[in-house]
């Protein structure tokens, strides 16, 4: 979840001054990612197995998807013998990864419930979600659907049981674990059934490809967009995988607390970069809390100008301060307002930074992936609906402060004027992302501002 952070002007200036107090450092061109570890499941082996006739898939492979500090671990190691296995992978249960069958799954979660390991609701939250996640993977079509929500709710489903033996803690700017479980590879081969590439374009592909140049010479990139779905940072990643990797392997997403919290979601916030906020939303929701938030997010304002100050940095950010929701009155999804504040606090991150700064408008549309709860609640540990569904990412030219806001005649009406300038370029490309996909116009949707594609054909 890419949430807005909650924080003063006094605030931002002391990230500011942590900026321009101290010399710059040197900026990191950019490298050519690594390859990662994880065994794809497509090269996993079947299994047969004797229940009533039925050929069942087994999964005791998928505890290997674990990179070795050299080179691919192969298919055939057992995941306790990688060199990089911590004591509490070796202490963990293997209730999950031992499963051959759907049955064996879902008594699983009994069997960690009654030993004491899963309590009552995570246990009810997991097994609702494999229901879910099934019904829309088999809804695609695809074949071997059966095989594919066996071997990805099994391993979510491991994750998910060690995140509760043995609680991840995040820290204000938490970077991708890549090893020695590979989080980020995970969170793609359980996203990608759910999306109908047929049906899904990208916007103006080829900026996302200056995006990468200017990286490479050092300039920091602010992606401000909507947020729609816990699913959004997969949905970047996989619409621009065939062309633009690097984009997804290294964006940081400005992130709300509850995905660092709700133990169905954590495993897939582990395998993603995030700078850990409260939001706005959510920041009274308990008033003695209130002084500790403000002051995480204070750390984590002071960890993104620290990252900014070095250059080559990738941030996504959500200013609506959560994910998009439907006017009640039509049932149609609309990109929520932004808050102005926030956006003008990211701005002047960047202009302080150092180095040269750019802000993006983006725009994303993939709410059926993982649709949110209809309003906004309180209490951790929301019903996650799961759908098989085209999806969308679109981005326009950058969009610079001083032209904007020219004939502004005071700070305030500036900051206002420059937040909208963004909003509406986000909407615009929204609704033609909405016309592409929900309305199957395709590509022929492209306006004189938007060109859609698909780069993975």
């Not at 605030?11 to 900026?27: D, E, L, W």
């Not at 999950?96 to 030993?115: P, W």
Request: glycine fraction near 6%; aromatic fraction near 8%; charged fraction near 20%.
């Amino acid at each position: 979840m890419t949430l807005t952070f909650s924080s003063s002007a006094a605030t931002v200036a002391v990230a500011v001054a942590t900026v321009t107090s101290s010399a710059r450092v040197p900026f990191h061109p950019l490298v050519s990612p690594t390859l990662r570890g994880f065994v794809s499941f497509k090269k996993l082996p079947l299994r047969s197995r004797g229940r009533g006739g039925a050929s069942s898939l087994s999964v005791r492979a998928m505890s290997e998807l674990v990179q070795d500090k050299e080179s691919v671990v192969a298919a055939s190691t057992s995941f306790r013998e990688s060199s990089n296995t911590t004591p509490s992978e070796l202490n963990h249960s293997r209730t999950f990864l031992d499963a051959r069958t759907e049955q064996d799954l879902i008594s699983g979660l009994r069997k960690e419930q009654e030993a004491g390991r899963l309590p009552p609701n995570v246990a009810s939250g997991m097994e609702e979600l494999y229901w879910n996640y099934k019904n829309a993977v088999l809804s695609s079509g695809v074949p071997n659907a059966e095989e594919t929500v066996l071997k990805n709710m099994s391993v979510a489903f491991d994750r998910m049981l060690l995140g509760v033996e043995d609680p991840y803690t995040f820290n204000p700017y938490h970077k991708a674990v890549r090893e020695p479980f590979d989080y980020y590879q995970f969170v793609h081969m359980y996203i990608r059934p759910l999306i109908d590439f047929k049906n899904s374009y990208v916007g103006n592909v080829s900026i996302f490809s200056e995006l990468e140049d200017k990286l490479r010479q050092g300039h920091n990139i602010v992606l401000i967009s909507n947020h729609q779905s816990e699913a959004d940072p997969a949905v970047i990643s996989l619409l621009l995988e065939a062309q633009c990797p690097y984009i997804g392997e290294n964006i940081k997403c400005v992130a709300g607390d509850r995905v660092i919290t709700d133990p169905l979601c954590k495993p897939f916030s582990m395998g993603r970069n995030l700078i850990c906020v409260y939001s706005k939303k959510h920041m009274n929701d308990d008033p003695e809390l209130v002084d500790m938030k403000r002051k995480a997010n204070t750390r984590s304002l002071k960890e993104m100008a620290t990252l900014l100050r070095s250059g080559s940095q990738l941030i996504w950010i959500a200013p609506s301060g959560g994910r998009d929701r439907p006017d009640p009155s039509t049932g149609e999804w609309f990109p929520a307002p932004f808050d102005s504040s926030s956006v003008d606090n990211m701005r002047r991150l960047v202009e302080h930074s150092g180095a040269p700064g750019h802000i993006y408008p983006m725009s994303l549309l993939c709410y059926d992936i993982m649709p949110p709860p209809p309003k906004v609640e309180k209490e951790i540990g929301e019903k996650r609906l799961v759908g098989f569904h085209g999806t969308g990412l679109s981005i326009a030219p950058e969009i610079n402060f001083s032209d904007v806001t020219a004939d502004s005649s005071n700070p305030n009406e500036a900051k206002e004027a420059y937040s909208q300038a963004l909003y509406k370029s986000v909407d615009e490309q929204y609704k033609t992302l909405n016309s592409a996909i929900n309305h199957r116009r395709g590509a022929e949707a492209s306006t004189s501002t938007v060109s859609l594609s698909q780069p993975w054909n």
